[in-house]
């Protein structure tokens, strides 16, 4: 200990992680001392311990080794007290960002009002999918005047929605997900009082309509993502918007069964510099956008109704950038692939559906030759009666697509091929790494601009 100095030990420290510190600190007195040092707790995690800790041990770990200095603080899934948040904010006036996801509220003891300088520095709170209720969650919401990323729960009262936004004027990103609170009015509010928002989620939110988007994109020209996944909006508002003067680059209409394609067909062709997009398609929305998207990179592609398969075809020969993509709604054959394939050379993420009508192994053989770059490849509804040639068409991709990571196989019977190919990929393929498994669901990478990127940046 004594021949090395301070400040190579606390670099030592930094590639261990907080439950080894606190395993090191009985070693001896300067390892107890280093162990505790500020600059290895600025950012503290206790969602893996949610299970275990009590409410005690966690307001004494804030007091003791996250205060003061500590910046960054994720409390997921635990039962978090009115008490805890009173002390967080008097002992740590540093604090960036404030995770409370999926936990629980409980009022416990006086909560007393905040003061601005308290929470001057917070400009990261995250509310999602919270429960209960806690004295100082609307004080904390109030005070936070300069707040940049917000997620909020659906037990927000309306009467604190304009005390809440009408201070809120540096606000980026905002997710209000299945939220009941959201209506058209509560959109209204926080566009006229936020006018920097480069992102808005308001997915499954059940009560909007959309009679105000035409002011959120009017008052906030940065807006950059927008997402309206399982709303009720209607064709006739979503026409009151000008779409070709609009930054948005994520767009996500999935399940939105009130628009039509006629709404679509407003929205989909004047929106050149999409990125991300999730949406169900027709075939006259298919015949608008034929020309593709050059900058696309997500897409997920779902069918209201039958589509003319070669206009799904045309419109991926487009998207050229594309690295993420899921179709598995939209029965492709081989023919198809072939065409589309060839323009992807990016793809690193697949679904499609397969089965021997489509021609399964050759569209494998497709992806082999033409997609190097992939990691992940989920085949949807499969089943095959020839597993001989499916068996040397996923060796083939093995072997050529290096960067394979995942395999999935969705299907009744498809225990017996998953066996096999995990054997011929240990064995011929001398694979150890990658994971090959049955009936798991396939996602896709969310947007860009959303709380969870923020989050894992660390601000």
């Not at 003061?115 to 936070?144: C, K």
């Not at 589309?340 to 559906?353: D, E, I, K, V, Y």
């Amino acid at each position: 200990m004594e021949i090395l100095p301070d400040d190579i030990w606390l670099e030592v420290f930094t590639f261990l992680t907080q439950r080894d510190l606190l395993r090191v600190s009985p070693v001896c007195r300067a390892w107890y001392r280093l162990s505790r040092d500020s600059s290895l707790w600025s950012c503290l995690d206790l969602e893996p311990f949610c299970r275990s800790l009590q409410g005690e041990t966690i307001l004494r770990l804030i007091n003791t080794l996250f205060a003061p200095s500590g910046k960054h603080l994720i409390l997921n899934k635990n039962l978090v007290t009115s008490e805890m948040l009173q002390s967080l904010f008097e002992n740590c006036r540093r604090l960036k960002s404030l995770s409370l996801n999926d936990c629980r509220f409980h009022s416990a003891g006086p909560w007393y009002e905040l003061t601005f300088d308290q929470v001057e520095t917070l400009i990261f709170l995250d509310l999602r999918n919270a429960s209960g209720f806690a004295a100082g969650v609307e004080d904390i919401l109030i005070q936070a005047y300069n707040l940049k990323y917000l997620g909020l729960h659906c037990c927000i009262s309306p009467r604190l929605l304009i005390r809440m936004f009408i201070t809120k004027h540096n606000l980026r990103m905002i997710d209000c997900t299945q939220c009941d609170w959201v209506t058209d009015d509560s959109i209204q509010t926080i566009a006229e009082n936020s006018l920097f928002l480069e992102a808005v989620c308001v997915a499954k939110c059940r009560n909007l309509q959309g009679r105000t988007l035409n002011i959120l994109v009017e008052k906030c020209p940065r807006l950059k993502t927008l997402i309206l996944e399982g709303t009720q909006i209607v064709d006739e508002y979503v026409r009151l918007v000008d779409w070709s003067q609009t930054n948005i680059t994520e767009l996500n209409v999935l399940r939105c069964y009130r628009l039509s394609f006629s709404g679509l067909s407003e929205i989909l062709p004047k929106l050149k510099r999409l990125r991300y997009l999730k949406c169900a398609l027709t075939d006259e929305v298919l015949k608008l956008i034929a020309n593709g998207y050059p900058l696309l990179e997500v897409l997920f592609l779902h069918r209201r109704y039958p589509v003319t398969v070669k206009c799904v075809s045309d419109l991926l020969f487009h998207c050229p950038t594309l690295t993420c993509l899921d179709l598995s709604s939209i029965p492709l054959a081989f023919v198809y692939f072939e065409s589309f394939l060839p323009s992807m050379p990016r793809l690193r993420m697949l679904s499609f559906a397969g089965n021997e009508l489509l021609g399964t192994e050759k569209i494998i053989r497709s992806l082999a030759r033409n997609c190097l770059d992939l990691e992940v490849v989920c085949v949807n509804y499969f089943h095959s009666t020839n597993n001989f040639e499916i068996e040397r068409a996923f060796v083939y991709l093995l072997q050529r697509c290096e960067k394979l990571k995942e395999l999935i196989l969705n299907g009744l019977f498809v225990r017996n091929l998953i066996l096999s190919i995990r054997s011929l990929a240990y064995y011929v393929c001398n694979k150890e790494d990658i994971s090959i498994v049955e009936n798991k669901p396939f996602f896709l990478p969310g947007p860009q601009n959303c709380l969870n990127n923020v989050k894992n940046r660390k601000l």
